[in-house]
């Protein structure tokens, strides 16, 4: 059974807040209050690279 996070569709968002934490979201799902949009919608693997670029 997949996480209602874990889409099956490939696309997916990285999402930031204030403190500079990344994480990467379900397209189909508006980011949490307190975080905004910061990459995407891409690949996976193309957000999982955008984040490994920022650390």
């Known amino acids: 059974m997949?996480?209602?996070l874990e889409p099956a569709a490939p696309h997916v968002i990285?999402?930031?807040d204030?403190?500079?934490h990344l994480?990467?979201?379900p397209d189909f799902v508006a980011p949490p209050v307190g975080w905004a949009v910061e990459f995407g919608?891409?690949?996976r693997e193309e957000c999982?690279?955008?984040v490994e670029g920022r650390r």
């Open 2 to 4: 997949n996480s209602p």
């Open 14 to 16: 990285v999402v930031g």
């Open 18 to 20: 204030e403190q500079g």
């Open 23 to 25: 994480a990467l979201w």
């Open 41 to 43: 919608p891409a690949f």
């Open 48 to 50: 999982l690279a955008y």
